[in-house]
């Protein structure tokens, strides 16, 4: 009897429908995201480098919301792989399950079910059958998740040094773990599943630290058209939340890509950064009132708009200066 597990799900593609198009058009047609290239002393790109030397199962780059991590990520596999169409990008959810990454029974025709590998199995054969290539496999937001139960079985086998090695899956069907295929995830590390991930994973994946940057809140900020007072005022009351002790209020310099001067920044407030702090607050509302106070210091309200708030909104008269926070 022929394994169930030979059941490979792939989507057609026009040159198996007979369609032929030109490479450009090709390209796009396939839905093959494709990345500029990051410079190789990019530091991000030779700390992922160095940890893959060191022979870790896999890469995690660990920072708060808004510091660049998909971006990275994407962009890195792309460096590692030298090839778009061996990247495969998964994002983890609070409903992703073993059967939706590992393999799992799907209905077939005429009735009944058969098992069909998944994400990980599939992308295996692949490196499996290109052993001179790099294939990278991308997992945004690996907390998310149960992440021992999604890898299941695999997760032993994902160390270096058992590559290559048979491994039982819990259907009797046998996986291997090719030595070419580079796991690269992100991660919150303020998420609540985070605290809940398994020990055993978290010493197999080295974590890289990517943390807000004051440097390149200027370069957005600059790049953006913004004035040279309004960048440095801006810097002045990101530096100063970076500066509070309480880490759940630090962010991402990304928050502020939309910023070029006082009338977009006091949208980006109400649309990103109150609703960040507000939760990231939701049991410390005296530290609330000082962000918004430090905010105000940076960029007060518009005098006709001018007027106290409400306590609950987290909202508080005065603008006491930035540099009197960052000294206390």
Known sequence: MPSLTSNRVRPLSLNDLGIDLEPEQELAASGTATFDPLPPEDQTLVEVKA?????????????????????????????????????????????????????GFMPKDGGGFELHKKVFPL?????????????????????????????????????????????????????????????????????????????????????????????????????????????DRVAAFFDAVLKLEDEAVHLGHAYFNNCVDEESARRVWDYRLLPFFRKACRLDRDLLQRIRRMWLSVVPEPPQQAQPQAVSDGDVEGQPAVQAEQAG
């Not at 896999?58 to 792309?78: C, D, E, F, M």
């Not at 997992?139 to 048979?166: N, Q, W």
């Not at 398994?198 to 080295?206: I, K, P, S, T």
């Not at 974590?207 to 807000?212: F, K, N, S, V, Y």
């Open 123 to 231: 992308l295996c054969d692949d490196a499996a059958e290109l052993p001179d290539e790099t294939f990278v496999l991308v997992i945004d937001e690996i907390s998310r998740c149960d992440v021992a139960r999604v890898f299941g079985e695999a997760l032993t086998y994902m160390e270096v040094d058992k590559r290559g090695l048979p491994c039982t899956m819990a259907s009797g069907s046998v996986l291997v773990v090719p030595s070419n295929l580079i796991i690269l995830a992100t991660m919150n590390p303020w998420d609540k599943g985070v605290d809940e991930m398994d020990v055993a994973l978290e010493r197999r994946f080295a974590q890289i630290e990517m943390p807000p940057s004051v440097s390149a809140l200027r370069k957005i900020l600059e790049g953006n058209g913004a004035e040279a007072v309004f960048v």
């Open 51 to 103: 940890a893959i030397d060191l022979r870790f199962a896999g890469v995690i780059l660990s920072g708060p919301p808004g510091t660049g991590k998909s971006w990275y990520a994407k962009r890195i596999a792309q460096s590692l792989s030298g090839n778009p169409d061996n990247v495969r990008i998964v994002q983890f959810h609070a409903s992703y399950q073993y059967e939706d990454f590992m393999e």
